[in-house]
């Protein structure tokens, strides 16, 4: 029960923490998900703000078939977003995508992936991010239950 007090808590530090001025983008609308994690929305790509999703494609590892990692990633967004968000925009990328905090009512959708052990906090990101990425690994949820044989985490300790 304390965990779960814990996980709300670290969620909620992280929807504070990035918190933006009125005058940042804000879009509430119809979302599909893409198999690489990213939504398209309203004709433009939104990517996640501050954690990266594994390739769709890549396999990971298991005893009695291969499981598509990126793949059980955007279906755990799809099943969590039931189709609107609203995202906050951060920034621009050079493909003209845009990286934005999104949430599904009041859940913070990057956090619910890491929270679920299917994304990595990226450098930079909140610390409640890592926090949470660290609470998957440790309770070995999502990407960290399993052996990744064709995964390359960048800059992790295993």
């Known amino acids: 029960m304390a965990r779960i007090g814990l996980i709300a808590l670290l969620m909620a530090l992280g929807a504070a923490l990035l918190a933006l001025p009125?005058?940042?983008?804000?879009?509430?609308s119809y979302a599909f998900v893409r198999s690489d994690g990213s939504l398209h929305i309203r004709g433009r790509t939104y990517r996640l703000y501050g954690?990266?999703?594994?390739?769709t494609g890549r396999s990971c590892g298991w005893t009695l078939r291969p499981a598509r990692c990126g793949s059980r990633a955007a279906l755990a967004l799809d099943f969590k977003i039931q189709r609107f968000v609203t995202c906050q925009t951060i920034?621009?990328?050079?493909?003209?995508?845009?990286?934005?905090?999104?949430?599904?009512?009041?859940?913070?959708l990057a956090a619910y992936l890491l929270h679920q052990g299917w994304a990595l906090a990226l450098p930079g990101a909140p610390f409640s991010y890592v926090a949470l990425e660290r609470i998957a690994?440790?309770?070995?949820r999502g990407l960290w239950g399993f052996q990744a044989?064709?995964?390359r985490f960048p800059n992790?300790?295993?």
């Open 156 to 158: 992790r300790r295993r």
């Open 22 to 28: 009125a005058s940042a983008a804000r879009i509430h």
């Open 137 to 140: 690994r440790a309770q070995n």
């Open 149 to 151: 044989d064709s995964i």
């Open 51 to 55: 954690i990266h999703i594994p390739q």
């Open 91 to 108: 920034s621009r990328n050079r493909d003209r995508s845009l990286n934005a905090v999104c949430w599904a009512g009041q859940v913070d």
